[in-house]
């Protein structure tokens, strides 16, 4: 903009209709900036704004216990634990009933045209347990695979629309890099040497996706208006699913109540 308006070539032209030619600019550069599908519905009046998508999931009744897990076969695994019992569960609760570790997602949302977040998404392996126990990223986003332990570990990621992994990590400090094509939702992690480990990966083409934290809740933010399906996956749960229509007037809220 500064090259042409300074430009000798077009200086008479410039002199005479300096704010035409700004108003011209102006208007290209918006023009040009609202070539975003978004940005055309939005112009086409059928998306007001984007809001975020709050709540929760919640467990209602008595949580199962979990059974103790039997560290024994691995001496490494045993000593992380040795003060501690640690009990093989996935139904996480916290003080009010808040359900950790539930996948939630919009489930008919259009794929999302930008690039995924260069930043990957971690699954670490420590004390032979997954951390955290449930990850959920972007397609074609890094899954970056650590072993904090000293024992080996190998991380065997049982995709079903994406193509199935098994890595080993003998060493602490080990990190691989991998990444999913295709959005699954559920796909099992586990270690063949240590038979208690167990965890989740859930793979997105779009960017409205969260994992409920330790208290249940969780947040989709930046949802344009519409009406949508939101899912709520859990590992041993199952799948709920409610409809929610969001407005440019203001969040969205959901709970999701699971039972045994
Ligand atoms: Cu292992």
């Excluded at 002199?15 to 918006?30: D, I, K, N, S, Y």
């Amino acid at each position: 903009m500064q090259r042409l308006s300074g430009s000798t070539g077009q200086a008479g032209r410039t002199r005479r209709h300096p704010r035409t030619f700004a108003a011209m600019v102006v208007a290209g550069l918006a023009l040009f900036g609202a070539t975003t599908a978004f940005d055309r519905a939005a112009e086409a009046g059928r998306i007001t704004g984007r809001v975020a998508v709050t709540g929760a999931a919640r467990f209602e009744g008595t949580p199962p216990a979990g059974d103790p897990i039997d560290f024994g076969g691995d001496d490494y695994c045993a000593g992380a634990h040795a003060n501690a019992r640690v009990l093989k569960r996935t139904v996480v609760t916290g003080p009010v009933g808040g359900l950790q570790d539930v996948v939630i997602y919009i489930r008919n949302a259009p794929a999302a045209p930008g690039a995924p977040p260069a930043t990957p998404v971690v699954l670490d392996q420590q004390g032979c347990l997954y951390a955290p126990h449930v990850v959920a990223l972007r397609a074609r986003q890094t899954l970056l695979v650590r072993n904090s332990d000293e024992t080996l570990h190998n991380v065997h990621v049982r995709a079903k629309a994406n193509r199935e992994f098994n890595i080993g990590q003998p060493i602490r400090g080990i990190e691989s890099r991998r990444s999913f094509e295709r959005a699954e939702v559920g796909i099992s992690v586990t270690c063949d040497v240590h038979g208690w480990m167990s965890g989740a990966i859930a793979v997105f083409d779009h960017d409205w996706f969260a994992v409920t934290r330790e208290d249940g809740g969780f947040s989709l933010d930046g949802v344009p208006a519409g009406t949508y399906t939101i899912e709520a996956w859990h590992e041993t749960l199952g799948t709920q699913s409610q409809q929610v229509t969001v407005g440019a007037g203001g969040d969205a809220e959901v709970t999701f109540r699971f039972g045994s």
